[in-house]
């Protein structure tokens, strides 16, 4: 069995504090602790670089992602990483290579690889991202940048042909890619912080929402729930997360049971976590898998989310479901009627520990580096 491999990340993966690199860091952590000999690759353009990497790899190589060089052919976050430097490295040895995302897939079908065992995590269907970006930019010039991403990210997308391996996030994705390229195709879930659920048993008594508030899409998810759901509701909610814009504190004043929790460390969200009660994490972009999501679900009580949120990532029997703002001013209600049982929380167990396992879904890789 190869003992070695090359992990080219699209992005630093340390400190895992956003969605995408979560999965990364922790697929690096999870397959270290099964022996295998991680050679990462990563580009770095603002978040530094990070000794903890080096605990888990065997060498760390970092690369210049530029950032102002564009392709007429390729999409942006293919051009961007495409970097000469990173092919000479790949080719010092024979170990299989693994490609996080689209993003890193610059060199996949390049004639030096050919005869190399190659696999790409497909972290999202990113044409389909991009256009739903591009829907709901105002601005006419990040529009037409979105647009064209999509456009050529679509015929990219033709390129995976040249890996043996596609480890797809979410069943919704596996949907979409096994017809393209049949048994090449594997699902293999999103790896996260979690080893095991704490979700408290009993009551919580503010509902919470918790993302990156900077990020349009949460801003969006945020707004709706404090002024279609929560805004003539009697139960308090605490909208909690990143870099929210000024005019949130202004647009949230009204509401007297409505708090801003901003910039909360890692341990004040996981106690925020914990205390709240009913978890509301509404999407308005079906794209990948959410992995605030899964969070919630390994720390917190109960979650209530739309159709968007969780429709085919397999934890649909985890959730409540609404998706009108009536439809989730009543269950919103019907929820902080109930206690969080330890029957639900054996149920949650039962799938999150078995399907979401890093180890298991690890193994699952490790398998298919043995070919």
Not at 66 to 77: D, G, L, R, Y
Not at 181 to 200: D, L, R, W
Not at 322 to 331: D, G, V
């Amino acid at each position: 069995m190869p003992s070695n491999l090359h992990l080219i990340s699209f992005d630093v993966p340390h400190p895992p504090d956003y969605g995408g690199v979560v999965d990364v860091f922790y697929r690096i952590k999870a397959l270290a602790e099964l022996g295998i000999k991680i050679h990462l690759h990563c580009f770095e353009y603002g978040r530094g670089q990070s000794d903890e990497l080096e605990r888990y790899c065997q060498t760390v190589t970092y690369y210049q992602r530029h950032t102002a060089w564009s392709s007429v052919w390729q999409p942006h976050i293919v051009a961007s990483r495409s970097n000469k430097q990173l092919l000479k490295n790949l080719l010092t040895d024979d170990f299989p290579i693994l490609f996080e995302g689209i993003h890193t897939c610059a060199f996949l079908d390049h004639d030096s690889l050919a005869n190399r065992l190659k696999l790409v995590r497909l972290h999202n269907i990113e044409a389909h991202y991009y256009s739903y970006l591009a829907q709901n930019e105002p601005n006419l010039l990040r529009r037409a940048y979105f647009s064209s991403e999509a456009f050529k990210l679509q015929h990219f997308e033709r390129k995976l042909v040249a890996a043996q391996h596609l480890l797809t996030i979410s069943p919704n994705d596996f949907a979409y890619f096994s017809p393209l390229f049949g048994q090449k195709v594997h699902y293999i879930p999103a790896f996260h912080a979690h080893n095991e659920v704490v979700s408290p048993i009993g009551r919580g008594q503010f509902a919470l929402y918790h993302g990156n508030l900077s990020v349009n899409e949460n801003y969006q998810a945020a707004m709706f729930l404090a002024n279609q759901v929560f805004n003539d509701l009697q139960i308090p909610l605490i909208i909690a997360g990143k870099n929210p814009h000024i005019n949130w504190f202004n647009a949230l004043q009204k509401y007297s049971h409505i708090e801003l929790c901003v910039n909360p460390s890692e341990l004040e969200l996981f106690e925020l976590m914990q205390d709240a009660h009913l978890h509301v994490l509404p999407t308005f972009q079906p794209t990948g898998i959410k992995l605030k999501l899964l969070h919630a679900l390994y720390t917190g009580r109960f979650c209530l989310v739309n159709n968007l949120m969780v429709q085919n990532t397999g934890l649909e029997s985890l959730c409540s479901v609404a998706n009108s703002p009536t439809e989730f001013k009543a269950k919103v209600q019907q929820l902080f009627e109930l206690d969080f049982t330890q029957d639900l929380l054996n149920t949650r167990t039962a799938l999150l520990q078995t399907t979401f396992s890093n180890l298991n879904n690890a193994r699952k890789i490790v398998d298919l580096l043995r070919e």
